[in-house]
T-cell receptor, first 113, second 110 residues
Framework: RKEVEQDPGPFNVPEGATVAFNCTYS??????FFWYRQDCRKEPKLLMS???SGNEDGRFTAQLNRASQYISLLIRDSKLSDSATYLC??????????????FGKGTHLIIQP | DTAVSQTPKYLVTQMGNDKSIKCEQN?????MYWYKQDSKKFLKIMFS???????INETVPNRFSPKSPDKAHLNLHINSLELGDSAVYFC?????????FGPGTRLTVL
């Protein structure tokens, strides 16, 4: 089983719609979770951290379900500029140090006018 | 003002050559990383470097070696380049958790 799994998409969504995607992780000891966004031929950029209680940042809502080992990202009122690849990122801790980020392969989102 | 910078942005070279990619961060972060993003867009960590402690992903060939002259720099040296090394290489830095990425270096091996 892959460490971090995402549906690669693409998700084709009309502008203004709400879209959600999930990501599952295999390491139950994982401690920190993030969503990154990557535009074509650009570097990944942090979109938001994911907290246990769930968190919201404008049109974006992130949720964590530790029991089922998945995180989700919800985008409301989608804009054309939301078109990008969304990367699920997990940090697992082993021993005395961090393992660095483990990335999912990303979900490709296309917002259509 | 660039937080994490890399040079060069593009690198085209012949198989068998030795090349280096430089990375600098001005964020004062303690940990720096190198990632490889292949043609299938999968990002995979290669190295992390923190206070002179190097953690290597065991799948990385020993032709790849990171070198850190100081806390703000982590350069990547690649010996005897192979076709399969063609990818985008991202440098990143962090202070604990989320990482900031450099703009990437697109390496093409001919």
């Amino acid at each position: 089983r892959k460490e971090v799994e995402q549906d690669p998409g693409p998700f084709n969504v009309p502008e203004g719609a709400t879209v959600a995607f999930n990501c599952t992780y295999s390491n139950s000891a994982s401690q920190s979770f993030f969503w990154y966004r990557q535009d074509c031929r650009k570097e990944p950029k942090l979109l938001m951290s994911v907290y246990s209680s769930g968190n919201e940042d404008g049109r974006f809502t992130a949720q964590l379900n530790r029991a089922s080992q998945y995180i989700s990202l919800l985008i409301r009122d989608s804009k054309l500029s939301d078109s990008a690849t969304y990367l699920c990122v997990v940090i697992g801790y082993s021993g005395g140090g961090a393992d660095g980020l483990t990335f999912g392969k990303g979900t490709h989102l296309i917002i259509q006018p | 003002d660039t937080a994490v910078s890399q040079t060069p942005k593009y690198l085209v070279t012949q198989m068998g050559n030795d090349k280096s990619i430089k990375c600098e961060q001005n964020l004062g972060h303690d940990t720096m990383y190198w990632y490889k993003q292949d043609s299938k867009k999968f990002l995979k960590i290669m190295f992390s470097y923190n206070n002179k402690e190097l953690i290597i992903n065991e799948t990385v060939p020993n032709r790849f070696s990171p070198k850190s002259p100081d806390k703000a720099h982590l350069n990547l040296h690649i010996n005897s380049l192979e076709l399969g090394d063609s990818a985008v290489y991202f440098c990143a830095s962090s202070q604990g958790r989320a990482e900031s990425f450099g703009p990437g270096t697109r390496l093409t091996v001919l």
